[in-house]
Structure formats: C-alpha cells, structure tokens
C-alpha cells in the first residue's frame, strides 16, 4: 500500500523556522520525483517546490524562492521542506507529493500519481 506521510507541521511565530518531513512507502522512492504543495485557508492548492529522482535538480515556487529548500534522503525514504522566516501567510496545510516525472507540469498540480494527506503549518504574526 502506497503511503506518503508528513509530519513536522505545527504552530510557530512569524520569523520562525520549521522544517516538514514526508515518508514515503509501499513505492520505488528513488524512481520518483518528490514535491510540496500547500493549501491556505479558503484558497486553491497551490506548487511550492519539487525535486528530481536524483535531488540533483529543484524548481519553487517564484515567491518562496529563497525562504523554502526542498531536499531529499534517499536512504530513508524521506523528502524535506525547510522553510524559514515564516509569516501568516504561510500558513496553510502543506502535502506531499510523488510522481514519475519532473517537470513543469508540477506547477499546476497535474496529475501527481500519488499524494498525502497534508500536515498542518500555523504561523502567528
């Protein structure tokens, strides 16, 4: 059974740092690109960043650019989002994603093979 599970979401300050983790399982981790998406309150998903097979190569989101990093352990099955000097309009719930291919079509959120169920960032001005 395929399974992406997040963790590391919570409630922090503006100026905070958090770093979200995504454990991958019941798949060939290493055959797929890894990525985040988030979901404020009332708005549509949207793309903050992606990472190829190899973690050679990312691509984010034009705004986040600087803030967030997206990386990889292949080792442990597990995909990371560092994301620093968080501000409210951060807050959102921030999900996984896998998919057989990297490319632009992970800026739309275009049929991403699999997803999960999001993990929950809070940040208090």
């Known amino acids: 059974q395929v399974q992406l599970a997040e963790s590391g979401g919570g409630l922090v300050q503006a100026g905070d740092s958090l770093r979200l983790s995504c454990v991958g399982s019941?798949?060939?981790?290493?055959?797929?690109?890894m990525g985040w998406f988030r979901q404020a309150p009332g708005k549509a998903r949207e793309f903050v960043a992606t990472i190829t097979r190899s973690g050679g190569n990312t691509d984010y989101a034009g705004s986040l650019k600087g803030r967030f990093t997206i990386s990889r352990d292949k080792a442990k099955n597990t995909v990371y989002l560092q994301m620093n000097s968080l501000n409210p309009e951060d807050t959102a719930l921030y999900y996984c994603?896998?998919?057989?291919?990297?490319?632009?079509?992970?800026?739309?959120?275009?049929?991403?093979?699999?997803w999960g169920k999001g993990t929950l960032v809070t940040v208090s001005s």
């Open positions: 019941g798949y060939a981790f290493s055959s797929y690109a």
């Open positions: 994603a896998a998919d057989l291919e990297y490319g632009s079509h992970w800026r739309v959120a275009d049929g991403m093979r699999y």
